[in-house]
């Protein structure tokens, strides 16, 4: 019903790299809670390395010698999520055994839900009981089983986005937020990005029993310069992809453009007067749409003269359907 896998946890947070403010402090938090058995709920998109902190949590806890379940909720059918997570009773429908659930499997340790949002509505309200009272029932079973579980889950969505859209119960999330980490992309934490280079390049050295000893500089540029929407994963299948392309001891930018088609091709330095334009540009159509094309409240939202969002407006030739206030 779920995968025996889970049960390994390996990191640490040794593992987790990086110098910037935001992954420094949401290391400090975790490592301050790791011990008490608040549930946690952790934020970041794809690639962030949400797991990680999560073993690592489970790994600095008291809990460390005790099972770790991991869970993506997004890969569970809706009609086995109930029977997975609190396990079945033999003959309970067509085809059911005696099985555990995941919050059995996890008794005494941490079980880890990602991407919670992908679990039924109809299912979370059964879910909060169970946070609540520390029991379960197996489905088509009558017996009450005392659990001792901790609870970490993440989304890889604005939690409050998804209360606000009704794919996370209210009173589901106060339960679960109890503790909140919230994991910055990689476009955020560029900083980041030369020790993250050598510390895949170390892994894929010792993997793949090579001695690649950097990248070149040019490529260097055009990682600070990408958005990186699949953030470190990204990064790091992008490193090992050029592992295999590479005949030197320096990884260039064909070794990479050989893998990624052409994803370089927009990643080129245009000077800050370039990325400011960009920026401007971007907030005045934003705040156009906010204040639905009025241009004195538009004006007032962005704190600039009237006059000054007339003469940009027409700069970046942007659609308004009245330039004046109707």
Known sequence: MFDKSSYYCKYDFTDIIGKNERILNAKHKALKVANTNSPVLIYGETGTGKELFVQAIHNNSCRRNKPFIAQNCAAIPNELFESVLFGTIKGSFTGAEARKGIFEAADGGTLYLDELNSMP????AKFLRTLQEGTIMRVGDSKIKKIDVRIISSVNENPEFLVEKGKLRKDLFY????VRIDLP???E???DIP???NYFIDKFNCKFKMNIKGIDKNVLEK????EWHGNIRELEHDIEAAFNECDG???HLNDFEKCKYG???NCENKGLKYDIMKFEKQKIKEALVICNNNISETAKYLCIPRQTLQYKIKKYNLFVKDIGDS
């Open 223 to 226: 990682f600070i310069l990408r």
């Open 263 to 265: 994803e370089f091709d």
């Open 121 to 124: 509505v109809e299912l979370q």
């Open 185 to 187: 992309p990689l476009r």
């Open 189 to 191: 934490r560029k900083e």
């Open 249 to 251: 001891d320096i990884l």
């Open 195 to 197: 020790v993250l280079v």
């Open 175 to 178: 339960r679960l937020n109890v």
